[in-house]
């Protein structure tokens, strides 16, 4: 199986500020990487698929890059609206996997 | 406009059986792979199955395989998660989640908004 490996688990930072969020994989999934964001109490919600493809509807501060077994997802200028936890998720081979989750909050 | 609708959850005793319903709308549903995410509480997202759309192919994590069955009805746009044995690690919020194509390669791009299953004595 394929881990994904989030860090940090968690982070504070303040509005405006730039954040990013890596996340690992234990071997090479090419770009088969997706992010997702979840508030509580909601469903996630699909912000990058495909490593760096931003899906429809999503504000464009965020960003994701990578390949291979590094990726990162980025959020240029932190809005109050994307405090949230974020997943990372392979879909390169089954069983599809997810990352631990980065919990973004409030400074 | 996709609509991913869950139902069947609730309070069930160890050992025990439930059965979950995910009612789609808004896609043609037959042509697309589905799958069911769990969520403890307080805890991370675990994939639990899928199933294709074209040849009802199954896929299912470890940690349930053989006692949880994935199926769907494509008459009735609807996919399922029969689920045996069930034992308190499987207490969580289980969503119904569309992908965007087969099972591998694509992303979950439309998620119900979950049903929570207890396993208490």
């Known amino acids: 199986d394929i881990q994904m490996t989030q860090s940090p688990s968690s982070l504070s930072a303040s509005v405006g500020d730039r954040v990013t969020i890596t996340c690992r994989a234990s071997q090479s999934i090419a770009s088969y990487l997706n992010w997702y964001q979840q508030k509580p109490g909601k469903a996630p919600n699909l912000l990058i698929f495909a490593a760096s493809s931003l899906q429809s509807g999503v504000p464009s501060r965020f960003s994701g890059s990578g390949s291979g077994t590094d990726f990162t997802l980025t959020i240029s200028s932190l809005q109050p609206e994307d405090f949230a936890t974020y997943y990372c998720?392979?879909?390169?081979?089954?069983?599809?996997?997810f990352g631990g989750g980065t919990k973004v909050e409030i400074k | 406009e996709v609509q991913l609708l869950e139902s069947g959850g609730g309070l069930v005793q160890p050992g025990g059986s439930l059965r979950l319903s995910c009612a789609a709308s808004g896609f043609t549903f037959s042509s697309y792979a589905m799958s069911w995410v769990r969520q403890a509480p307080g805890k991370g997202l675990e994939w639990v199955s899928a199933i294709s759309g074209s040849d009802g192919g199954t896929y299912y994590a470890d940690s349930v395989k053989g006692r949880f069955t994935i199926s769907r009805d494509n008459s009735k746009n609807t996919l399922y998660l029969q689920m045996n044995s069930l034992r308190a690690e499987d207490t969580a919020i289980y969503y119904c989640a569309k992908l965007r194509g087969a099972v591998g390669g694509t992303w979950f791009d439309y998620w119900g908004q979950g049903t929570l299953v207890t396993v208490s004595s």
């Open positions: 998720q392979q879909s390169y081979s089954t069983p599809l996997t």
